[in-house]
């Protein structure tokens, strides 16, 4: 005659305490690291950004008898790019570390008109250039506090969601006419951070008066 088989034990505290040891162990490792690299591929993904959307407004020129596209605000010139199916995602117009994030949804053909919506839009374009301006000039870059010129941005110690944020050690992320894109170091002002004299000089070289920016559209 079998006997009846006996009830399977549980873990014991012995067991139990090795798993908790274990699992404060990885989170230790964990955590540091994560610390170290998560500023520099927010930064890598936000420039990615910046180089397609350079790109896009290339693309398009290229199929305009080389002419930009223009509009009233950044958000506008942005979904001209979709209406012409340059671009097919609007989730390139966002930045990490952004209050500015696009929700995926463009609306329907041919108008688009959930494109970059207000809100949806990360980015500041310089107005008037041709892709025959002298290639080193930033052309695209992260919002400023507004579109005044030159722009300023917040003198803050670290990365924030606002609008006009810098990253660590007061830079922002600017595109180029030829497809680079660069971090570029801020000077300080009395009412905040700036671009150095040379970047400034060197867009005001190639613009007649008056120069302009293209807003971003906030939501009301």
Request: with cysteine; proline share 7%; aromatic share 8%.
């Amino acid at each position: 005659m079998n006997e009846p088989e006996k009830p399977k034990k549980g873990w014991g505290w012995l067991q139990w305490s090795v798993a908790v040891v274990v699992m404060l162990l990885m989170a230790s490792l964990y955590v540091p690291t994560f610390a170290r690299i998560s500023p520099m591929a927010n930064q890598s993904s936000t420039s990615n950004n910046c180089r397609q959307i350079i790109m896009a407004l290339k693309i398009y020129a290229g199929d305009n008898n080389g002419v930009f596209p223009d509009g009233e605000t950044a958000n506008l010139v942005f979904r001209k790019l979709i209406q012409k199916e340059v671009v097919q995602d609007e989730r390139i117009f966002g930045g990490k570390v952004s209050p500015f994030v696009p929700d995926g949804n463009v609306g329907i053909a041919p108008n688009f008109e959930e494109a970059v919506s207000p809100g949806e839009n990360h980015w500041m374009i310089v107005a008037g250039l041709k892709p025959g301006n002298a290639a080193t000039i930033p052309f695209v870059f992260e919002n400023s506090t507004n579109h005044a010129w030159p722009p300023v941005w917040r003198n803050d110690p670290q990365s924030l969601p606002l609008r006009g944020r810098v990253w660590r050690g007061g830079k922002i992320i600017a595109g180029r006419l030829d497809n680079s894109v660069n971090v570029e170091k801020l000077i300080k002002k009395s009412n905040g951070l700036t671009l150095s004299d040379g970047l400034r000089q060197a867009i005001e070289r190639e613009i007649s008066s008056p120069l302009r920016i293209l807003d971003i559209e906030e939501r009301k």
